[in-house]
């Protein structure tokens, strides 16, 4: 069992920043791929991007390409989003997720999901 604890969410203007981190219990992290999904009110839950077990391959969506960027620590059991040049759209809930087969995370269905954090950009 995989425990995930978002944190960093808040609120911030339009061209700010956020870092959001997600801590994962358990000794086995660094075989997990690791993710970013958002959902916002009346909407679908997306992927915002993805990491390997080993933060050598990532992938970012369309949608932040340029300013959000993934990374992981696994001394750490850390997951990180630095968001960059915040717009109002990018208002949120911000899920973490993990999977042990990384086709699991790029077809929204994770092994595992954190709580969320909230995210919200004001104009």
């Known amino acids: 069992q995989v425990q995930l604890v978002e944190s960093g969410g808040g609120l911030v203007q339009a061209g700010g920043s956020l870092r959001l981190s997600c801590v994962a219990s358990g000794r086995t992290f660094s075989r997990y791929a690791m993710g970013w999904f958002r959902q916002a009110p009346g909407k679908e839950r997306d992927v915002v991007a993805r990491?390997?077990?080993?933060?050598?391959?990532?992938f970012v969506a369309d949608s932040v390409k340029g300013r959000f960027t993934i990374s992981r620590d696994n001394a750490k059991n850390t997951v990180y989003l630095q968001m960059n040049s915040l717009k109002p759209e990018d208002t949120a809930v911000y899920y973490c997720?993990?999977?042990?087969?990384?086709?699991?995370?790029?077809?929204?269905?994770?092994?595992?999901w954190g709580q969320g954090t909230q995210v919200t950009v004001s104009s």
């Open positions: 990491i390997n077990e080993s933060g050598g391959v990532t």
């Open positions: 997720a993990a999977a042990l087969i990384g086709q699991r995370l790029r077809v929204g269905t994770p092994d595992y």
